[in-house]
């Protein structure tokens, strides 16, 4: 399929749609949403084995290693994707950051106000820039920072003997673990609040009905 607009006559009544979330994207989206979530489940079974009983300590920790390998080769899938796509221009940064945060505050002031006033939303979506400055910041961050220092961070914890001189060049295992959870933390507080913005479109389902169909209908 491809990444074109598909126009559909107003004079029937029909809605345009855009076509932002290729087969690639949204297998990757939810393989990872579900790696996420049994990473963040197995994580506190194996933090708080007092508090929780979904499962075993032993349980926990293979699984959540498992499932960590599982999430860093989709990472991978991802990055290598956008890479060698055209969609690449998603990612890209904004080398005007008068004109980026001007309208970073503008995307700011419609989450917060506008939206549940029936403004118009400032960005428009389109398949090679559909995120406006706000989820674009946050995703920058996210898939080029956290996510790999999450990855590094659980690699060395999961044989220390092995990354000994890594973790020793940082500052201790201590220092690797205290990381490690602060990662934890910050995906939750952005899972919540992805969950959240999800029901910010058009209709409170819109948006999570285009991460199957990978149309966006006209907000």
Known sequence: MTTTTMNYSHQHGKPEKVYLHPVPVRLWHWLNALGFTLLILTGLQIRYVDLFSLMSFETAVKLHNWVGFGVIANWFLWFIYYLFSERVTNYHPDLDPVSFFQRYFRQAGYYS??????DQRPHKVQPN???????????????????????LTGLMMWDVRRFQGLIEMVGGLRVVNTVHVLMFILFVGFIITHIYMGFLGK??????KEMVTGYEEEH
């Open 113 to 118: 106000w506008g939206y549940f006033q029936g």
């Open 203 to 208: 209709k409170p389902s819109s948006h999570y």
């Open 129 to 151: 820039d559909k995120f406006n400055p706000m989820q674009k910041l946050t995703y920058q961050f996210v898939m080029f920072i956290s996510a790999p220092v999450t990855f």
